[in-house]
């Protein structure tokens, strides 16, 4: 009997580079949208400095977005079930249908 072979799935290899790996801070994020695409900048503003730059954008189709919320939502999951609930204070409490309108603790525009 002839065995029909299955195509190989190929992985994919991700490269970290050194100057990537260190990350980048941020404590904001804006986040727009068009029919096309998400676009997410994110911020470190700081305390007294009336002037924050934008030092990441990443644009996303409407089905990665999603991907990425699906997988924030796990991964916070994960680490409540590990860590213990992670409390959220001020402006950044869930409103009633449990979006957060400031995710990052920054007063709403």
Request: net charge neutral.
């Amino acid at each position: 009997m002839e065995e029909k072979k299955q195509p190989q799935q190929q992985q994919l290899q991700i490269e970290l580079t050194p100057e990537v790996a260190n990350g980048t801070y941020s404590n904001l994020a804006i986040i727009n949208h068009s029919n096309q695409e998400f676009i997410i900048d994110f911020v470190a503003a700081l305390p007294g400095i009336p002037k924050a730059r934008v030092n990441c954008r990443q644009i996303l189709t409407p089905e990665n977005a999603k991907r990425l919320l699906f997988a924030l939502q796990d991964n916070v999951v994960k680490y409540e079930q590990k860590f213990g609930t992670i409390e959220q204070r001020g402006n950044a409490a869930p409103k009633a249908d449990g979006r957060t309108a400031a995710p990052f603790g920054m007063p709403e525009a």
